[in-house]
Nanobody
Framework: QVQLGESGGGLVQAGGSLRLSCAASGYIFTINIMGWYRQAPGKQRELVAVIRSNGSTIYGDSVKGRFTIARDNAKNTVYLQMNSLKPEDTGVYYC?????????????WGQGTQVTVSS
C-alpha cells in the first residue's frame, strides 16, 4: 500500500503564490504517476496537474502557464508551485498516486489540503 502526506495549503491573496508538497511512502513502483486534483464547493473534482515518473506532465487548462508541477523521484515527492493565484483556484487540493503493475491499476488519494485565495 501507498500512503500520501500533503502539505502547503493555506490562505493567500489573489496574485500570490503557494507551494504544495505530497510525499508518498510505502510500496512505490518505479513507474508511477503522481499529481494534484482539486474540488471546489458544489463542483466536481478536476485535474490540476500530474507528472509521470519519466517527467512528462499534463496540466488542466485553467492552470496552464501559472502552475508548475515537479517531482523528486529519490524522495517520492511531488511539488505544485502555484503562481498568480485567482479566487477561482480556491478549493481542496488532493494528491493522487497511481501505478500499473501486472495489469492491475492501483491508485490512492491523499486527505486533501485547503487552498483559499481571497480577492
Amino acid at each position: 500500500q501507498v500512503q500520501l502526506g500533503e502539505s502547503g495549503g493555506g490562505l493567500v491573496q489573489a496574485g500570490g503564490s503557494l507551494r504544495l508538497s505530497c510525499a508518498a511512502s510505502g510500496y512505490i513502483f518505479t513507474i508511477n504517476i503522481m499529481g494534484w486534483y482539486r474540488q471546489a464547493p458544489g463542483k466536481q473534482r478536476e485535474l490540476v496537474a500530474v507528472i509521470r515518473s519519466n517527467g512528462s506532465t499534463i496540466y488542466g487548462d485553467s492552470v496552464k502557464g501559472r502552475f508548475t508541477i515537479a517531482r523528486d523521484n529519490a524522495k517520492n515527492t511531488v511539488y505544485l508551485q502555484m503562481n498568480s493565484l485567482k479566487p477561482e483556484d480556491t478549493g481542496v487540493y488532493y494528491c493522487k498516486y497511481g501505478d500499473l503493475n501486472a495489469g492491475r491499476v492501483y491508485y490512492v488519494w491523499g486527505q486533501g489540503t485547503q487552498v483559499t485565495v481571497s480577492s
